[in-house]
Structures are given as structure tokens and as C-alpha cells.
């Protein structure tokens, strides 16, 4: 957890950009539905466009799709942190972060999640130190192949 080897525990989020049009958010869900589970997902409109921001129980499986349908997406590495349960924990992440000056760019609620305990998806400037920070302050910070785990009951996923 120390030093130049640490690697932050980091899930592969997808930002699919999509035209307004009736059905293309149907489309999407059922592609990666089929393929994979959906654990997260979060959509920001425009008038002409979205964009939708998704975590996958498999990210190879996930990207895979994306691509075989054409959608236009890019990657980026998220943290998910369990929230534990005590007062004001959202304030308790976004305190820790702010204390090392890390801004948050985007964040939502994870849909699946391993124990059943809420969490959060946050995509932040600096996923080593904000993974670190969050650790020492005792968060547990979820990984892929947790994310596997809570997918193993749909059918698409060789399971």
C-alpha cells in the first residue's frame, strides 16, 4: 500500500455517448444486460444527446459489447468505496478527499454491490492518493473482481 508499487484498487467505467433517439438507451442496457451486469449507471442529458456512465460486473465483457454494437464510448478508472454505516458518510469521502486538495468530477450511487452495502462510484484527479487516503481512513474501496462476484447470477456471463 506504500511507495511506487501501490496500485489503486480502480474499476473500468464507460462513458457512452448517445443521440436522442427513442430506444437507444434500451439498446445499450440490453447489449451489456446480455453480456454482462450492469452494476452502475448514471445519464446526463442534453437536448440532442447523453451521456451514459456505466460499471459493468465485467469490464472485457462490457467493452466488448460496446464496440460489437458501435457505440461511441470512452474509459476512464473510477473508485467505488463501500459507505459505512455512521453519520454523514458522504461528507466523511468528500472531507478526506478535499483535505489532499482532489476534486471530484463526477459521482453516483453503485446499483449492485458485493454485501449489499451501499457505495459510491467516484471519479476523481488522482486515483493513487485518493485510494490511499481513503484506506488509511479505513474505507474499503471495491475492485473488479468484487464486481464479478455480485454478476455470477446472469446468464450472459458463463455462469
Same mark, same amino acid.
Given at each position: 500500500?506504500?511507495?511506487?508499487?501501490?496500485?489503486?484498487?480502480?474499476?473500468?467505467?464507460?462513458?457512452?455517448?448517445?443521440?436522442?433517439?427513442?430506444?437507444?438507451?434500451?439498446?445499450?442496457?440490453?447489449?451489456?444486460?446480455?453480456?454482462?451486469? /450492469?452494476?452502475?449507471?448514471? =445519464?446526463?442529458?442534453?437536448? +440532442?444527446?447523453?451521456?451514459?456512465?456505466?460499471?459493468?460486473?465485467?469490464? +472485457?465483457?462490457?467493452? +466488448?459489447?460496446?464496440?460489437?454494437?458501435?457505440?461511441?464510448?470512452?474509459?476512464?478508472?473510477?473508485? =467505488?468505496?463501500?459507505?459505512?454505516?455512521?453519520?454523514?458518510?458522504?461528507?466523511? %469521502?468528500?472531507?478526506?478527499?478535499?483535505?489532499?486538495? /482532489?476534486? %471530484?468530477?463526477?459521482?453516483?450511487?453503485?446499483?449492485?454491490?458485493?454485501?449489499?452495502?451501499?457505495?459510491?462510484?467516484?471519479?476523481?484527479? +488522482?486515483? %493513487? @492518493?485518493?485510494?490511499?487516503?481513503?484506506?488509511?481512513?479505513?474505507?474499503? @474501496? /471495491?475492485?473488479?473482481?468484487?464486481?464479478?462476484?455480485?454478476?455470477?447470477?446472469?446468464?450472459?456471463?458463463?455462469?
Amino acid at each position: 500500500e506504500s511507495g511506487s508499487g501501490f496500485e489503486p484498487v480502480t474499476v473500468r467505467q464507460f462513458t457512452v455517448f448517445l443521440e436522442n433517439r427513442v430506444g437507444r438507451l434500451t439498446l445499450l442496457v440490453r447489449a451489456v444486460e446480455e453480456a454482462t451486469g /450492469i452494476c452502475g449507471m448514471s =445519464i446526463e442529458e442534453s437536448a +440532442d444527446s447523453a451521456l451514459v456512465r456505466v460499471i459493468c460486473a465485467n469490464s +472485457d465483457a462490457g467493452r +466488448d459489447e460496446l464496440s460489437s454494437h458501435s457505440f461511441s464510448f470512452g474509459e476512464v478508472e473510477v473508485l =467505488i468505496v463501500a459507505l459505512p454505516r455512521r453519520k454523514e458518510p458522504l461528507m466523511a %469521502i468528500c472531507t478526506v478527499l478535499l483535505s489532499a486538495e /482532489i476534486n %471530484i468530477h463526477n459521482a453516483y450511487p453503485l446499483l449492485s454491490c458485493p454485501g449489499n452495502m451501499p457505495a459510491l462510484v467516484v471519479y476523481c484527479d +488522482d486515483s %493513487i @492518493l485518493a485510494s490511499q487516503l481513503l484506506m488509511r481512513k479505513g474505507y474499503r @474501496l /471495491i475492485g473488479e473482481s468484487d464486481l464479478r462476484d455480485t454478476g455470477n447470477s446472469n446468464p450472459g456471463n458463463g455462469n
